[in-house]
């Protein structure tokens, strides 16, 4: 099996923090961002979005990051992240497809048009974008600040996928132009889910490198 991640990137070190917590046997593949990697030959065949993570598993050529901890999960054997109980499998999509329809999308957003491009790819931010990010943040924020009152993750009493998933913008937490805190709940939680091991490994190891390949 071979895995395609660029270094920092969220939705490489939501992949990666799965591939480390169960331990799975993998190659992995870091693109440069800055080289264009992602838009070019050999790459481009396999992922037509131009975008990181892919996997290949034989026949299997897989993007979309949730897709690829699912399926990672299952085929670790690991029973905890991803369990076989239909309730639980179900809970966790639920909340993998909301974090990726609404409440990362808001975080994400705001995350690249405030911080990323003005800090790493050298360009601005849309303001009205940054305005509409903000709105929908707070909207969504509110609801997550909500579930997690009482808990300590988003499905049951342990770490599942939908945990990698819902923090995997967490790096960009206190850069953005967000007040997050009327949200308590969310905050305990993101301070504990960015301690975890498995998410820890997955940081990159300057700002500098950040989109590069690493030297070895
Ligand atoms: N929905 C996709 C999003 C993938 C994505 O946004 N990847 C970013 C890095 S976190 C990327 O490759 N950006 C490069 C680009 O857009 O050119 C997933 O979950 O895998």
């Known amino acids: 099996m071979k895995l395609y991640v660029i270094v920092g990137s969220p939705n490489s070190r939501k992949v990666l923090a799965v591939v480390h917590h169960t331990g799975i046997e993998i190659d992995i593949?870091?693109?440069?961002l800055f080289e264009g990697d992602t838009k070019k030959a050999p790459y481009s065949a396999l992922n037509p979005n131009g975008m990181v993570p892919t996997l290949v598993d034989g026949e299997l050529n897989l993007w979309e990051s949730n897709a690829i901890i699912q399926y990672l999960a299952d085929k670790s054997g690991d029973g905890l992240?991803?369990?076989?109980?239909l309730a639980q499998r179900a809970d966790i999509v639920r909340?993998?497809?909301w974090e990726l329809a609404h409440f990362n999308q808001a975080f994400g957003t705001l995350s690249l048009?405030?911080?990323a491009k003005p800090s790493f790819m050298a360009t601005q931010g849309d303001k009205a974008i940054i305005g509409w990010a903000k709105e929908q943040l707070n909207k969504f924020a509110t609801v997550l600040n909500h579930h997690m009152?009482?808990?300590s993750y988003v499905v049951g009493d342990t770490i599942t996928l939908a945990d990698y998933s819902m923090i995997h913008v967490e790096f960009f937490k206190e850069m953005v132009p967000f007040d997050w805190t009327p949200f308590?709940?969310?905050n305990s939680y993101f301070d504990r889910m960015r301690q975890s091991p498995s998410w820890v490994v997955t940081a990159p190891?300057?700002?500098?490198s950040i989109g590069r390949k690493p030297v070895n």
Do not use: A, I, M, T
Request: hydrophobic fraction near 25%; avoid cysteine; proline fraction near 12%.
């Open 29 to 32: 593949e870091y693109l440069d």
């Open 81 to 85: 992240l991803f369990p076989q109980d």
């Open 95 to 97: 909340w993998q497809s």
């Open 113 to 115: 048009e405030s911080v």
């Open 149 to 151: 009152k009482g808990r």
């Open 184 to 186: 308590p709940h969310l």
């Open 205 to 208: 190891e300057s700002p500098s």
